[in-house]
């Protein structure tokens, strides 16, 4: 009886074992499997950029100081204002003349005028033709020869910065696009101006300035603004482009599968790869548009793709109901 008993229990425990086997090789995925897929290569164009970021600079920066110690009168212009070369952009008082001034102003409105007309202001005149960057200093506020009243720019420009592995491929009169971070969705044309020769160190990398001038200077330019620019170092226009994946090498050579028709063997396809951009070649020659590329690629099968593998060996099946 005990004998019998142990046979027993042994079937069923390899029943149970085999059982559970079963379901968790059903529950499982299978392994990948090899798909082809069919492609076109497309016409387009093509470019190679090196990105880097930069500030926006007056390309001159011109401080109006005062040829004497005094008093600033009057400021004729604001910030954000063009300048001609020779405007008047301010009016001041010597100290002497504030002092007598302001004695006149105590003996009447009538001998204040007389002195004013006798002893002249001191114009402040622009020497550049330009735009007003700064002009914070108020009429009446005490200046020095060494304190700026109105700061003048001729230009606003772009100063990026170029990592040295990069600096070889940037050369005076190349295109470039800027973007604001303050205002991303808009690219500005520009062109690189000067390539300074001194290196500077920034977070241990050797940089080297690069200052850019923009073909249309937007009126929402600042000077301090971040942006981010790139340098075209390389431009193609109505090219043949095909995704990387659909390119394979041997031996040292590129080449892709090409479609037979009337076949399912592809042809092995040697042909010669230009510029790279993000997942793309360019195909110099090789192929032509209207050749049909296959692609293999591995995709993993999931137990739901699969009904017979979907459902518990365990669970009993029910008769599908038929739908009105």
């Known amino acids: ?164 592995t990069d600096i070889g491929k940037i050369h005076l009169g190349q295109e470039a696009a800027i973007t604001l971070d303050a205002y991303p969705d808009t690219k500005i044309k520009a062109k690189v101006d000067h390539i300074y020769y001194e290196s500077q160190t920034v977070n241990n990398v050797i940089v080297y300035k690069v200052d850019l001038v923009p073909e249309d200077v937007p009126d929402f330019f600042r000077s301090g603004m971040s942006a981010s620019v790139d340098f075209i170092v390389e431009n193609k226009e109505n090219t043949l482009i095909l995704p990387v994946e659909a390119v394979q090498q041997d031996k040292g050579e590129d080449y892709v599968l090409l479609k037979q028709e009337g076949s399912i063997k592809p042809v092995k396809r040697v042909v010669k790869l230009g510029i790279a951009e993000g997942d793309n070649y360019e195909i110099l020659s090789g192929i032509t548009a209207a050749d049909t590329i296959l692609v293999m690629t591995n995709e993993s099968v999931s137990p739901a793709a699969d009904s017979n593998t979907g459902s518990n060996p365990f669970m009993p099946k029910f008769p599908k109901q038929k739908k009105n």
Do not use: H
């Not at 102003?105 to 004013?116: A, I, M, N, Y």
């Not at 200093?137 to 200046?143: L, R």
């Open 1 to 164: 009886m005990n004998k019998k008993r142990k046979i027993l229990f042994i079937i069923i425990l390899v029943s149970l074992v085999a059982c559970v086997l079963i379901f968790m090789k059903m529950r499982g995925g299978r392994g990948p499997a090899e798909v082809t897929r069919e492609i076109k290569p497309a016409m387009g164009s093509m470019q190679v950029v090196i990105s880097s970021t930069g500030t926006v600079y007056p390309k001159n920066r011109l401080e109006i100081k005062p040829p004497v110690n005094g008093r600033v009168e009057e400021i004729l212009v604001k910030e954000g204002e063009s300048v001609r070369t020779g405007q008047i952009l301010a009016y001041m008082s010597s100290t002497e003349r504030a002092a007598l001034l302001d004695a006149a102003s105590d003996q009447g409105e009538e001998k204040l005028k007389r002195w004013q007309k006798i002893y002249k202001a001191i114009p402040l005149r622009s020497p550049i033709k330009g735009e007003v960057i700064v002009a914070t200093t108020q009429p009446g506020q005490t200046v020095s020869t060494a304190d700026a009243v109105i700061v003048l720019s001729d230009q606003l420009i772009v100063r990026a910065q170029v990592d040295e």
